[in-house]
């Protein structure tokens, strides 16, 4: 099946590089990581993490204050740079706030503010009364306040689906333009540190002591990191610019809660619906921006499936050596890296990555370089299975 492609006319994030798109590129491009070793409050763990600098200094303005936890202020943060909000605005006069829709994807949303409310229960064992879950704590509360701040009222949700969250709003987006539901979308995906995430990766053995180094021989866990980043989607028919997102593919191997299958046939799967769906080759592809999230099992599977569909021939790498692995956000982080990768020709290597695993057999970049491509994909698999391949071609 086949989609009418859709343009991003504009994109932005904020991640441990710091905010916006030029910070990102220049760090990527000086291979500058914004891995840290772990100092977030109340944690005591050996690992090293991505955190934005200044989300504590960053309360939300009063008439949001509703929304008041780590994860709306970074979305706050991150609706802020690169002229997005603006952006938005422009569309919105186009065709009218209640005719733009917003879909967010994120795995934890806000939960570290019912953290917080827990730890202050005290003698009574209650709850404190500011504690607003409904805003902050539940997976909507990203889509509300998104929704909220840039005063969209047109079709609105959240999607949680662990690591693909973020890369599933592109396809969700998609199809509510298709079907005519909207004329526009702001798609995108938040998540940020919280005890959850970093004490339920390190109880599944899964969080490493060191920079994390995907592909590599000695490779041992993830870096958790936080970031927000958001696009906003047009039919091609449009008169503004921008890549083009020209298919997808959406898989579920149902083989393990947190384990992907180790053929890695649903990963497999995914790419190849794209492809399909984009009525492009395999061999057009320039670039794949791998999940890599440098666990022996993830790495080997995303690997088998590569070889699967493309061979050893494409370059690819994965990004998470910068910004550490942002879960619900990482789709978008990385789905916005591959649209870098396409509009400055630059391919990433795999930082950290020192030697390669020798039964691991795609193209994984141990250096990056120049190489002008027309076509590149984004992989995000999350537990469960859920699999999302997007791929995008250049406006050239």
């Known amino acids: 099946m086949s989609i009418s492609p859709i343009r991003v006319t504009a994109y932005t994030l904020t991640n441990a590089l710091g905010s916006g798109v030029e910070a990102s590129r220049s760090a990527l491009k000086s291979h500058q990581s914004g891995l840290q070793p772990c100092d977030f409050q109340d944690v005591d763990l050996s690992t090293w993490i991505g955190r934005v600098e200044a989300i504590e200094e960053c309360p939300l303005p009063a008439e949001l204050s509703r929304f008041e936890c780590r994860n709306n202020r970074l979305a706050h943060i991150g609706l802020q740079v690169d002229g997005f909000n603006q952006q938005v605005n422009e569309a919105v006069n186009r065709y009218g706030a209640d005719r733009v829709g917003v879909f967010m994807g994120t795995s934890t949303s806000g939960i570290g503010a019912s953290e917080a409310a827990y730890q202050q229960r005290g003698e009574s064992n209650q709850l404190p009364k500011t504690f607003q879950p409904h805003t902050t704590h539940i997976i909507y509360s990203i889509t509300d306040f998104v929704r909220s701040y840039l005063q969209l009222k047109g079709v609105a949700l959240a999607v949680s ?10 396809a969700t987006a998609q199809r509510y333009l298709q079907a005519g539901l909207c004329d526009a979308a702001v798609v995108g995906g938040v998540d940020t540190l919280c005890l ?5 990766f390190n109880s599944l053995d899964l969080v490493s002591a060191e920079r994390c180094r995907p592909w590599d021989a000695t490779r041992n866990g993830i870096n958790i990191g936080e970031a927000a980043g958001f696009a906003l989607l047009e039919r091609e028919d449009v008169s503004c610019s921008g890549p083009l997102l020209l298919g997808y593919g959406e898989s579920s ?3 393990h809660m947190s384990t992907p299958h180790p053929e890695g046939l649903g990963a497999a799967q995914a790419m190849s619906q794209a492809l399909t769906m984009a009525s492009i080759s395999h061999e057009a592809v320039g670039y794949i921006n791998l999940h890599g999230t440098a666990t022996p099992s993830n790495d080997s599977a995303e690997d088998a499936a590569v070889m699967q569909v493309f061979g050893d021939r494409i370059p690819c790498s994965s990004t998470k050596g910068w910004t550490g692995h942002t879960l619900g956000a ?26 390669k695993d020798k039964t691991l057999s795609a193209n994984v970049l141990l250096e990056s370089k120049q190489q002008s491509i027309d076509y590149v994909m984004s992989n995000s698999f999350g537990f469960g299975g859920n699999n999302c391949s997007l791929l995008f071609g250049s406006d050239r």
């Open 161 to 170: 689906t662990a690591c693909s969250s973020s890369a599933k709003v592109f």
């Open 196 to 200: 959850t995430t970093l004490y339920g």
């Open 253 to 255: 191997d149902a083989y």
């Open 330 to 355: 990482a789709g978008i982080i990385e789905a916005i890296f591959s649209l870098i990768s396409m509009e400055s020709g630059f391919l990433p290597r795999c930082l950290n990555t020192k030697q």
